[in-house]
């Protein structure tokens, strides 16, 4: 056999063996990757749903304590309604500011209460005077749809948020009409409700620190909301047009629902949850900002990933002496192969030679003796 083609049986590329090894390495490798992104998958199903169902036991906490807190001043304000039913405001005006202010003092949750015209004029209050700010919340637009709603449905109404003066001090005008067949105008009476007071149960929730509870009116202004961020005037006095809304007008204003990457600005994606308040045009919901759902998701898979990791390199770091090993088994066997078939070689040349030798000493007329 001639040298060269032993050299030609042994290419200088990975072997068979090596091949296998390295695609069951590969094979492994792979499984591996694919098991590690099934469990984060399923690691973020599941901390959003626990998400979710945090924001829903929020929302679920925030009509039940929103809607008793409304019930119960629409039902003392209907007790007092019905003691100042015939009460002729002017002629008895200190009867009628003495039932206004037992009432006041006797519920922590008032800050004072009015009796007003159907044109919004102050005739009694449990306050010594009206002040500026008070005459103009009285004469503002917030409060005179609700004042309108109230005299034309006959219930009490909730109106919207106003300053009642001081900075920051938010109060809800809680509104029912006091009709009388002997005057041709109806009286109502004017509750102003702390929205500090409305919001206590909502403080003792455990509401992450980036998360936020409030209620939105079908109207599309903000009814409440917890904690107060920025300009509260703007918040309140603005209508919100944004998914919420949208999506509660398009459903007809379902039960109670999720809704995920609500954007309430650019790149500020949000979780949230929601549940009708019974008995009222208005919707509680719940909100946590997007990050806050990543980072649970981080926190919980973070060590299992870290083991795959740790499992996937030192597979790697397996496969690749392991196929070292290989290519060193396979190299020392190609050198001690072509050792072997280098002296047959030899051995072939020499034969060769000898046979040469012995042909031309026969010619010759002698022999060797070997």
């Known amino acids: 056999m001639p040298l060269h083609s032993a050299h030609q049986r042994f290419p200088q590329h990975l ?16 499984a591996l990757l694919v098991l590690a992104g099934i469990y984060g998958f399923y690691a973020w199903n599941t901390v959003k749903e626990e998400a979710h169902e945090k924001l829903a036991r929020l929302a679920r906490m925030a009509s039940a304590s929103s809607r008793w807190f409304f019930s119960k001043e629409t039902e003392r304000l209907a007790l007092l309604a019905d003691a100042l039913v015939g009460v002729d405001p002017v002629s008895a005006h200190i009867k009628v500011r003495d039932h206004l202010l037992r009432y006041s003092h006797s519920d922590p949750d ?14 009694a209050s449990s306050r010594e005077r009206a002040t500026d700010a008070t005459s103009r919340w009285l004469t503002g637009p917030a409060f005179n749809q609700a004042l309108r709603l109230a005299l034309t449905s006959g219930v009490p109404t909730i109106g919207r948020p106003v300053l009642e003066g001081q900075p920051d001090t938010w109060i809800i005008p809680l509104c029912l009409s006091l009709p009388d067949p002997r005057r041709p105008s109806a009286l109502v009476l ?22 936020a509870i409030g209620i939105l009116r079908d109207d599309g202004y903000l009814q409440s909301h917890y904690p107060h961020v920025g300009d509260s005037t703007a918040l309140y006095s603005e209508q919100h047009t944004g998914y919420l809304a949208e999506k509660l007008e398009r459903e007809s204003y379902p039960d109670a629902g999720y809704a995920d990457d609500v954007s309430s600005g650019a790149r500020n994606w949000h979780v949230l949850a929601f549940k009708r308040l019974p008995g009222y045009p208005m919707t509680t919901y719940v909100t946590i900002p997007w990050s806050d759902v990543q980072a649970a998701w981080g926190r919980r898979v973070q060590v299992p990933l870290l083991l795959f990791a740790i499992a996937l390199t030192a597979l790697l770091l397996s496969a690749a002496w392991t196929l070292r090993q290989q290519r060193t088994l396979e190299r020392e066997r190609d050198e001690g192969e072509r050792t072997l078939l280098d002296s047959q070689a030899q051995l072939q040349r020499q034969t060769g030679l000898l046979e040469q030798t012995q042909r031309a000493a026969r010619v010759g007329g002698w022999e060797l003796d070997l």
């Open 15 to 30: 072997s068979a063996t090596s091949r296998h090894l390295l695609a069951a390495f590969g094979l492994m490798s792979l």
């Open 110 to 123: 008032l800050s004072a209460i009015y009796l007003v015209t159907r044109d919004g004029r102050l005739l």
């Open 190 to 211: 004017v509750a102003a409700l702390r929205l500090s007071n409305q919001q206590v149960v909502w403080r003792s929730a455990s509401l992450p620190a980036t998360g």
